[in-house]
């Protein structure tokens, strides 16, 4: 189960002010449609073979959800799986979802194996920078207090806006830190020079499986390789957090095109010698038809607008 699938995000969503309710195998958030006495229903990262379908299509007639979005399935696309999993749509006539919100690519790097390994399988330029991080003097420490907290959102919203992307208000990675984190979920690494901080991550833990969905890095001593001595220090938090795999989040869906926006950091995730993997595409699962059509249309334009205040 995906993180974001477990109980302790849903009670998260729940205390932002969206509604998690767990019906069917799975679980959902409830969104109002404006205008309208009607939801949508967003459930991401679900494993299709758990799906109670009936259940769940009673539990969304009861939250008047005219649809619900299956938001990039936990599922790798050309395997097994994916045929299973795409078979299991098409008998409930799920339709393809206009868009995705999680990224439909990632790498998966198996941190089971010893640290020695996971060096020798990195790109020699990570080896050696991380090396190099930790003679130079750059500390990784531990997150533990409500200042760690203001100096990762710090640094995360200063590279939010060097690198012109959306990030939710400071209220929400608060909370994420306070619920998650009192659960031994939630951690923050900082990376520090001399007792500046360059570099800060939150990172979850959860059934086996290291996530690592955003951080943030200061302009300045680049040249130590602040980023890395972090990343690495995550992979070790993981390993004795007891996690076998590190969920890197997010990659390009074409982790070579360099025109991509998202080229240099799927870069910088390969080379410590993951598996590049795609997820099957999302769908949706529809019980309203007419208002299901009007929605998609609205929230086509709202993302056009965001799009081009971005």
């Known amino acids: 189960m995906h993180i974001v699938q477990s109980l302790e995000w849903g009670e998260f969503k729940s205390a932002m002010g969206t509604p998690a309710i767990r ?24 494993n299709p073979t758990d799906i109670d379908w009936v259940v769940l299509k009673k539990s969304l007639r009861e939250n008047q959800c005219v649809a619900i979005n299956f938001d990039v399935p936990n599922v790798v696309a050309l395997t097994d799986g994916a045929k299973i999993a795409e078979k299991i749509f098409k008998e409930h006539k799920c339709k393809i979802a206009p868009r995705s919100t999680f990224a439909k690519a990632n790498v998966l790097l198996n941190i089971s194996k010893p640290e020695h390994e996971l060096l020798e399988n990195m790109h020699k330029k990570h080896r050696y920078n991380i090396k190099y991080a930790e003679k130079q003097g750059v500390v990784v420490r531990l997150g533990e207090s409500e200042k760690d907290f203001e100096i990762f959102y710090s640094l995360l919203a200063e590279t939010a806006e060097r690198q012109k992307y959306f990030i939710h208000p400071k209220s929400y990675y608060q909370k994420l830190w306070e619920m998650l984190g009192s659960k031994g979920m939630a951690h923050i690494l900082i990376a520090e020079y001399e007792g500046e901080p360059l570099t800060a991550w939150m990172l979850f833990t959860y059934d086996g499986v290291l996530y690592y969905p955003v951080g943030g890095s200061s302009e300045g ?19 004795e957090k007891g996690c076998k795999i590190f969920d890197m989040w997010g990659a390009a869906e074409i982790p070579n095109d360099e025109d991509d926006p998202w080229f240099g950091f799927t870069q910088f995730k390969m080379r410590f010698g993951g598996e590049f993997v795609r997820y099957i595409d999302s769908c949706d699962f529809v019980i309203n038809e007419p208002v299901y059509k009007l929605f998609n249309t609205a929230n086509s334009l709202r993302w056009k607008i965001l799009n081009l205040i971005k």
Not at 34 to 46: I, K, L, S
């Open 221 to 239: 001593q680049k040249n130590l390789q602040h980023s890395l001595a972090v990343a690495w220090e995550a992979i070790r938090l993981g390993k």
């Open 23 to 46: 019906a069917g195998g799975l679980q959902y958030t409830k969104h109002e449609i404006p205008f309208t006495n009607f939801f949508y229903g967003y459930a991401p990262r679900v």
